[in-house]
Every structure is written in C-alpha cells, then in structure tokens.
C-alpha cells in the first residue's frame, strides 16, 4: 500500500492503477467507513482512501481542532482491507496563500446543514472537486449518514460534468442503533449509552409512516417527543423532507426522508432514515 | 471533423482522440481564435473548437442577445484549420432545470471586470470547469485581449487542481492596432475607425513607462487623455495594475500591464498592453 502526501506524489501513482474506487474520508475511520472500502474493491481494479480533516468545511476553529485523528491506526486499517494507495494531502499544499477558488452549491445545499453550518457545503463541494482532478476515480462511494451530503455531491458532480459515478451506500449502525460516526468518540459513556435514542426517534417516525400517518408535522413531533423524553433537548432540527429537494411539504410522500441534528453535550451527531 | 452537439457525443469523441488541445471560444472567430487552433495544432495530436455563448456569463438579457453568432461561417472556419471536432453544446442540457453550482474565484475575479459585469467571472469559471471535464484537454489556449480572465482561469485551473496546462497567446491585432474581437462586429463603420484609438491610448503610456515613467497616476491619465481628445468618453476603467494581483500601486513595477474598458456607441470594448 503506497502512502501519498503531495498531489505530484498522489498523481503518479494513479497513473499506474486501473479504474480506481475513491473513498473520501476525513480520518479516524469506523466500521461504516470500511464497509465503503470493501464495496469499492468488489467494483474496481484499485482503491484509493483519502484521509483528510478539511479544514475549509469547519465552521468553527473549535469543531476543526477537536475533531478526532488517528492517522496510524487508519493506515493499519487500510493496509488490511487491500488498499491501493491512502492519500494524506498537506492542508498547506490544498490551501496555499492566494488560494480563492470555491465551489458553491444552491438547491439542497441551502437546507438544513446549509444554514446550521454556513460554508460546509461549499467547503465540502471544494475539496472533493480537488481530490477528483488528482485522483480521477471511475467511482466515489459515500454514506448515508450524511444524506444531505450525498444529494449535494450528486448534484455539483452533475452540473460540473465530472466523470465520477457516485454510490451512496447504507448507514452503518451499531447494534443499539447508533450511526457509526467519527464524532462518537467524542462522547462520554453516558452520553454514549443516550446516543441511540436519536435511531429509536426516527424509528418511531417510520413506524409511525408505514402505519399510515402522513402528516409531516406529527411525524415531526413524534421524533422531537423521543428525544426530549430522553432528556435530548439541544435539537438543531428535526424534520421530515422530500429527498430530492431537502424542502419540507405538509404531507409526506413515499420517499419522504426524516432528518435530525442533535447536540449531546459538546458533540453534535446528525442521523437520517427513510420512512418507506 | 466531427461536430458534437451533446456531452454524451463529445465524450465519445474525445474518447477516440489522443492529446487534446482545447479553445474555448464564444464563436464569431476572428483571427485571434485561429490563432489560438494553429497553436493548438502544433502542440497537441487533435484539436478541439467549442462554439457557445454561455448564458450565465452575461450580465444583461440584452448583451446576450446582442452577441453575435455565425456558427456556420465558424464551422466551415475550422474545418480549414484540420480542427477535430466542433462542440456546440445545447444551453438546455448544460443548465437544465435544477442547476444549481457555480465556481466562484475571488481575488484576480474581483478587481475590474468583476464589478463592472457582477457574476461574469463565475459564469466563466463555472462552463471552463464543465467544458474541461467533458473535454479532458491536455492543453487550452487563451487570448491575452481578455487578460483578466485568463489570470482568473489560472487561478481556478491551479486552485482545483485540473489536470489541464493553460497557455496564454499574444492579442491579435488589425494593422491598425485594433484588437481582435467577436464586438468588433457590431461597431458601426464609423464608430471602428475609431476604435484603434484604445490601442493608441496604451501605446501612449508604453511609451511614457519605457521613457522612465512611474507613477501610476500620470500613466493612467496620458490613457485617459488621448481617449478624451478622441472623442471617448464613455470610459468604464482606465488602470495600470500589478499582473499578478490585479490591483493598483502607486507606482508601477517591470511588470505593470495597463487595462481599459471604454463604450464605443452600443458597444463595450476592452484591451490592455503589458507596459515594458
């Protein structure tokens, strides 16, 4: 497994794969992040896994400083799951003075994460332009957690003509529930043991759709009853979308998508689930 | 040469081709934009003509409208040139309901022409950075008449890391000092024997700059002074600025290149003339 730090570096060892499966990552690597990485070898001749924690999607120096790293163990991780190449690129080299350029995505980039995290999107949307020039993937491979994320991606993908094919795979969820999340770490036992209830809220929800209801707004207010009985009242949304557009409408249609964002003491964890 | 007219026919196109020279051009060649093929020619196994005039540079419906089109006389154009292929996108299916990113460059892109025409530079930067993931040149060729926006390319090319070398070439002149440029065309016959008065106004402060000249302040108003004496008043900009930068200092380096954008009747002119 070849170890990348500069683009020159990271480029010249791309022209010697084949079609290459790329799997972005910001580092600190959980278990969703591998079931990534094992679905981009069945689907092409090399991986390539970037490990990265960008610091231009950070809003707050704080949230940047405290998000968890560690590169070895990645690494280590990576080697066993038969990794053509980890790419490390230097914040320094990404971001030189004179740096001006910004990929800014309307539409579903304006909901939700877009105004709870002014600039994330863009910043998101910034650095994976980069690392598809250096690193031309046939494939890209994203999770679910991160629905919001996705759907920009598709979208700045689509309008830019990039000639990368996006996979979204599944959550991956431990077995109370919880979606795998660098940002977990960050928690304390007990608010670890609370974490789930953010699933079992959207359960209910889901439980609640397939049994018929379709009212957004008690569906809404079902998730925010779990949570605020679980003693999770730091909520910064709550909501139940059309996942095309990430825009709410009074009544929930078959695809409609329930969405939330919640602070657990100093961490904020987001989580999402389809009703149908 | 082949003419493709969706992404789909231009990608299998170029996938048949060897290196990739590409000018992007508005259309309505003039000598300049054959100048740029010829170059293109020599450096690269094909060449590559886009033909469009991209909507979402223009600030005004009306510009728009105005500029001027003859994609036929174009094609047969090219066709002498031993062009490849001819790419005329259609504006539905490059921004089709729902588009929703942009490319946006700060610092070159907000001196100048960033704020005499809002949003330009981002329609610019936006249909380059489409046309170069379609496309996938290894080369694209440039007139320096529009120096700005080939700084403006250069940032965004190097800030997004695309895998494509931008050359600049020389402005093309008319005997009489007159740049080349699609415009021209809609100068009346008495409003174009006017016109190389732009081109006089800058070799003026060559001349003063290459006599010892340094202040700023003297260059710009011996520019100012030979377009007033003319008859041009209608001045958007007159500036000597650092290249690099596109910003003013007082007084001018070995670097400095004088910029003017002047209305001549209906119509806009720009040019500029490195100072030594």
Same mark, same amino acid.
């Given at each position: 497994? +070849? %170890?990348? $730090? &500069? *683009?020159?570096?990271?480029?010249?060892?791309?022209? +010697?794969?084949?079609?290459?499966?790329? *799997?972005?990552?910001?580092?600190?690597?959980?278990?969703?992040?591998?079931?990534?990485?094992?679905?981009?070898?069945? /689907?092409?001749?090399?991986?390539?896994?970037?490990?990265?924690?960008?610091?231009?999607?950070?809003?707050? !120096?704080?949230?940047?400083?405290?998000?968890?790293?560690?590169?070895?163990?990645?690494? =280590?991780?990576?080697? +066993?799951?038969?990794?053509?190449? #980890?790419? $490390? !690129?230097?914040?320094?080299?990404?971001?030189?003075?004179?740096?001006?350029?910004?990929?800014?995505?309307?539409?579903?980039?304006?909901?939700?994460?877009?105004?709870?995290?002014?600039?994330?999107?863009?910043?998101?949307?910034?650095?994976?332009?980069?690392?598809?020039?250096?690193?031309?993937?046939?494939?890209?491979?994203?999770?679910?957690?991160?629905?919001?994320?996705?759907?920009? #991606?598709?979208?700045?993908?689509?309008?830019?003509?990039?000639?990368? /094919?996006?996979? &979204?795979?599944? $959550?991956?969820?431990? =077995?109370?529930? @919880?979606?795998?999340?660098?940002?977990?770490?960050?928690?304390?036992?007990?608010?670890?043991?609370?974490?789930? *209830? @953010?699933?079992?809220?959207?359960?209910?929800?889901?439980? @609640?759709?397939?049994?018929?209801?379709?009212?957004?707004?008690?569906?809404?207010?079902?998730?925010?009853?779990? %949570?605020?009985?679980?003693?999770?009242?730091?909520?910064?949304?709550?909501? *139940?979308?059309? !996942?095309?557009?990430?825009?709410?409408? /009074?009544?929930?249609?078959?695809?409609?998508?329930?969405?939330?964002?919640? +602070?657990?003491?100093?961490?904020?964890?987001?989580?999402?689930?389809?009703?149908?």
């Amino acid at each position: 497994m +070849k %170890l990348c $730090t &500069t *683009v020159q570096e990271m480029r010249q060892e791309r022209a +010697k794969l084949g079609t290459v499966g790329f *799997v972005p990552t910001m580092g600190f690597l959980h278990e969703g992040h591998l079931s990534l990485v094992r679905r981009a070898r069945e /689907e092409n001749e090399a991986v390539v896994v970037s490990l990265f924690v960008n610091p231009i999607q950070f809003g707050s !120096p704080d949230d940047l400083a405290n998000y968890p790293r560690a590169v070895e163990r990645d690494i =280590a991780l990576l080697q +066993k799951e038969g990794v053509a190449c #980890v790419f $490390t !690129p230097d914040a320094a080299e990404f971001y030189p003075d004179g740096f001006a350029t910004q990929v800014d995505v309307g539409g579903v980039a304006q909901e939700l994460e877009g105004p709870s995290r002014p600039g994330h999107f863009a910043g998101v949307a910034t650095v994976l332009t980069k690392f598809f020039n250096i690193v031309q993937p046939q494939r890209a491979y994203f999770g679910q957690k991160d629905a919001q994320q996705c759907a920009v #991606v598709q979208r700045f993908v689509q309008d830019l003509n990039i000639p990368v /094919e996006i996979t &979204t795979l599944p $959550t991956w969820r431990e =077995a109370n529930g @919880l979606a795998g999340s660098s940002r977990n770490s960050r928690l304390t036992e007990e608010e670890r043991s609370r974490a789930p *209830v @953010l699933h079992q809220a959207l359960c209910r929800a889901r439980d @609640l759709a397939r049994g018929g209801e379709r009212r957004r707004m008690v569906l809404e207010e079902a998730i925010r009853d779990v %949570l605020v009985k679980a003693g999770l009242t730091e909520i910064d949304y709550v909501t *139940v979308v059309n !996942p095309e557009t990430f825009q709410t409408e /009074e009544t929930v249609g078959e695809t409609a998508l329930a969405l939330l964002a919640v +602070k657990l003491g100093a961490v904020r964890l987001i989580d999402n689930m389809p009703l149908f």
